[in-house]
């Protein structure tokens, strides 16, 4: 079974960086597309960044530019670093793991980013 556990959230002045991480485990790591989403309240659950099995990467628009996805092999992690963060970027960031694109795949519980002055 999956596991994923999200890491790295925090509070954040406008403008700075964070770099959150998803180790996952009980997975063969490397054939699978890891995706990040976020959730605001009141908002539905977004694609932030993907990467896929052959290390293709995408972003949202409202991202692109400023936050960066990759893979640790060696260590079944991927990370989400974040830069010029806004405050329109607090959240709970969520990893999604699968191994088609078709399926639902496997959550972590996520882990909140808090954006303000």
């Known amino acids: 079974q999956v596991q994923l556990v999200e890491s790295g959230g925090g509070l954040v002045q406008p403008g700075g960086s964070l770099t959150l991480s998803c180790a996952a485990s009980?997975?063969?790591?490397?054939?699978?597309?890891i995706t990040w989403y976020r959730q605001s309240p009141g908002k539905e659950r977004e694609l932030v960044a993907r990467i896929t099995p052959g290390g293709d990467t995408n972003y949202a628009d409202s991202v692109k530019g400023r936050f960066t996805i990759s893979r640790d092999y060696a260590k079944n992690t991927v990370y989400l670093l974040m830069n010029s963060l806004k405050l329109e970027d607090t959240a709970v960031y969520y990893c999604?793991?699968?191994?088609?694109?078709?399926?639902?795949?496997?959550w972590g519980r996520g882990t909140q980013v808090t954006v303000s002055s």
């Open positions: 009980g997975s063969v790591f490397g054939i699978d597309f």
């Open positions: 999604n793991q699968k191994y088609r694109e078709i399926d639902a795949g496997s």
